[in-house]
């Protein structure tokens, strides 16, 4: 079992065929925390629309989301465009779970984060009308890809592997539209006075320290299969979990403490 202080999940996109429920249900199983922040496209609205996806384990995370709550776990629900039908709920419990626009969170270093599902920086991420049509059914086509790849590698023995994260990480125009949006929360959270944003959206799971700005994107659980922890020291890590646990990315408690944060 993972004791940690927080846990930072987003873009779970229950409903939809490409949710990795399997894994995030065993990810909940195997950790604790005293507070879980879901931040946004946990319920997939619009995939909803075409065709309801629902399996026994996408039933399973919910009901573990609020029995978790229920037992006295501080579980916070920040809608994202996906389900942003929800941010009409705003202030209201579902369950044991509270439904917010927006949070903030300090950490046990007492770090201040700002925490939002991201998709306010649409505007200064698009490349126009056109590029978001092709890029939006380019993802379609790779999780296409992704879901059949990894079919054939558990039937040959393999773990899981994000094919759709590795070929977005390889193409340029994903990655400057990746770098735009990484500016635009780090400003986000500078120009509020915090010292680090945690957001999600862009399905690309990310922990660095820029311009004095601690920058957190927990991932998915479309094709990335990521959380973000906050660790009883206060230290953050990003985990990746499939058919075995890994962590991705960490930023511990000495280069924080060392570093001034803006």
Known sequence: MLNCNTIFLSDIHLGCKDCQAEYLLHFLQQTEANTIYLLGDIVDLWAMQRQVHWPQAQNQVVQLLLQKAEQGTKVVYIPGNHDEAMRLYRGKLFGNIKVQLRGEHTTAQGKKLLLLHGDEFDKEVSFGPLQSWLGDNLYDLLLFLNRWYNRVRRVTGGRY??????????????????????????????????????????????????????????????????????????????????????????????PLLSKKVA
């Open 161 to 254: 592997f994000s094919l759709a994260a590795y070929i977005k990480s390889r193409v340029p125009g994903a990655l400057k539209a990746i770098g735009r949006y990484r500016q635009a929360a780090i400003k986000k959270a500078k120009r509020g006075g915090y010292d680090g944003v945690v957001c999600g959206h862009i399905h690309h799971p990310e922990l660095t320290l820029e311009d004095g700005i601690i920058y957190c994107n927990d991932g998915d659980w479309i094709d990335s299969c990521t959380a973000l922890l906050e660790h009883s020291d206060g230290s953050l890590a990003l985990y990746h979990w499939a058919e075995q646990a890994e962590c991705l990315a960490a930023l511990p408690l000495q």
